[in-house]
């Protein structure tokens, strides 16, 4: 089955380490995103990439950093920059070219918790 | 800047009956799409419909349909038949087909169905 895996569900951390959340996508998508949603709110870009080996800042991409050595993979690094790491991070893929009624597809995500 | 705003908060509907969630966005793009999608309890983001900016009629997707008034900038969700399984949040979201394609969304609307 095609789809984005994103590992693990929940994680948890101490104030002051780096962690780094997985996505894997097997859809063949040249584009991948990373989301951040706070409780009662919408969804904010932090970072996408558009092609391997390229990638850009979204709107809050403070505290954050990713690499995209891979199609399939787009890790999420949180640091210990980021002030306020708690939080729900989605992960997406979408086609980039011939498509323009394309829809992000979402992984499962993961639940932050930096205690 | 795009925005997209969804002034309800929560809503109420009886099974079977049909229920609209509201939408409104402000671009100053002529071209751009609209998109809902739904977030059960487990977190991941399910893509229901898709409505381009010159597109002559209301999408439709099964019991999804779009109302789409271009001149109010609106873009409300129509569920008909509600069943239990559509309590959930749901998100309006615009992209801009215009330079990187990234999706701006609203702050969702959580809709409860009751048997």
């Known amino acids: 089955d095609g789809g984005i895996t994103q590992s693990p569900k929940y994680l948890f951390r101490k104030e002051g380490q780096n962690v780094t959340l997985s996505c894997e996508q097997n859809l063949n998508h040249d584009a991948m995103y990373w989301y951040r949603q706070d409780p009662g709110q919408g969804l904010r870009l932090i970072y996408y990439?558009?092609?391997?080996?390229?990638?850009q800042k979204g709107d809050i991409a403070e505290g954050y950093s990713v690499s995209r050595e891979k199609k399939e993979s787009f890790p999420l690094t949180v640091t210990s920059a980021q002030k306020n790491p708690t939080a729900f991070y989605l992960c997406?893929?979408?086609?980039?070219?011939?498509?323009?009624?394309?829809?992000?597809?979402f992984g499962p995500g993961t639940r932050l918790t930096v205690t | 800047a795009q925005k997209i705003t969804q002034t309800q908060p929560g809503m109420f509907v009886q099974e079977k009956e049909a229920v609209t969630l509201d939408c409104t966005y402000d671009?100053?793009?002529?071209?751009?799409?609209l998109f809902w999608y739904k977030q059960p309890s487990s977190g991941e983001m399910i893509f229901l419909i898709y409505?381009?900016?010159?597109?002559?009629q209301n999408a439709t997707e099964g019991r999804y349909s779009l109302n789409f008034q271009k001149a109010r900038k609106s873009a409300n969700l129509v569920i008909s038949a509600s069943q239990l399984g559509d309590s959930a949040m749901y998100f309006c979201a615009m992209r801009d087909n215009t330079g990187f394609q990234k999706l701006v969304f609203g702050t969702g609307t959580r809709l409860l169905v009751s048997p």
């Open positions: 409505q381009g900016s010159y597109d002559q």
């Open positions: 990439s558009q092609i391997v080996n390229d990638f």
């Open positions: 671009t100053s793009d002529p071209s751009y799409g």
């Open positions: 997406a893929s979408s086609p980039t070219t011939g498509y323009e009624n394309y829809e992000q597809y």
